[in-house]
């Protein structure tokens, strides 16, 4: 897949010092500090797409919005909408539609292999794709994205996704904010979920930048 053909896509996560981003429970990851939180809205900010897996959303039940008015100044000077586009993957479509979610004030749409939808869940565009080796087709995805107008995709979990992404070498840049705490677990979450990449094959990272800020610090690479 030609890069030109797919959106930019940054992947943000935090995660603990011993390298999860949730507990073994799945809990919704609520450990990052104000400053990694205004992090993550100020990458939202500069994107015109937002995604992330049913998982995710069924932790959190919503999404981040950008309220911050310096950001909102920002897209509106860039001519974008105020806020991105939100896309939930989901390969069974089963979400919840009482979740707050459906009622934030976010455009949304729905990456699915699914053809009939629940009505009930008020997406503005559903992209469907076919079935692929990683549960769905990714580089069809990612090429509707672009072609819809996605020039800057950021990815805001979970690992799942993540992997899907890396697999299909769909990722460009990474964010992660390494945060005061160990969870342990061997079936929590980790930033790259999946079955795993033999060492000789993974993907390289260069970093682009590193900043201690509080008791957290932001990694910032680059995917070789
Ligand atoms: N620390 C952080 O920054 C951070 C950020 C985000 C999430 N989290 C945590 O991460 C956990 C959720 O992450 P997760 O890794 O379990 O899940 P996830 O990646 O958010 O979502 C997994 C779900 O997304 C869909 N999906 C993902 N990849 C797919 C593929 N290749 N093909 C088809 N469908 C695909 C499937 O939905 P269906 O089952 O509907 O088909 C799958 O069950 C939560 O505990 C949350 O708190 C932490």
Redo the contacts with the bound molecule.
């Keep these: 897949m030609l890069k030109s053909d797919r959106p930019y896509v940054t992947v943000v996560?935090?995660?603990s010092a011993d390298g999860k981003?949730?507990d073994a429970w799945?809990?919704?990851?609520r450990f990052?500090s104000a400053q990694d939180k205004s992090h993550l809205e100020t990458q939202i900010s500069q994107a015109d797409g937002v995604l992330?897996?049913?998982?995710?959303l069924r932790?959190?039940g919503s999404t981040l919005r950008v309220t911050h008015s310096d950001l909102l100044q920002q897209r509106q000077q860039q001519g974008k909408p105020p806020q991105p586009v939100h896309i939930v993957?989901?390969?069974?479509?089963?979400l919840d539609p009482n979740s707050v979610f459906f009622r934030q004030s976010v455009p949304r749409w729905l990456l699915t292999t699914v053809v009939q939808v629940d009505e009930q869940m008020p997406f503005e565009r559903v992209i469907t794709v076919g079935k692929g080796e990683?549960?769905?087709d990714?580089v069809d995805a990612l090429q509707q994205f672009r072609r819809l107008g996605l020039e800057q995709l950021v990815v805001?979990?979970?690992?799942?996704?993540v992997a899907?992404l890396l697999g299909v070498g769909g990722i460009d840049e990474v964010w992660l904010t390494v945060c005061p705490l160990l969870l342990g677990g061997r079936d929590a979450?980790t930033p790259v979920?999946g079955t795993g990449i033999l060492e000789g094959m993974a993907p390289r990272l260069a970093l682009l930048g590193v900043e201690a800020i509080g008791q957290e610090v932001f990694l910032h690479y680059r995917v070789l």
Aim: net charge neutral.
């Design positions: 996560l935090a995660m981003i949730a799945r809990s919704p990851a990052g992330f897996g049913a998982g995710t932790a959190y993957c989901s390969q069974s479509a089963q990683t549960g769905l990714w805001t979990g979970g690992g799942e996704v899907s979450p979920g």
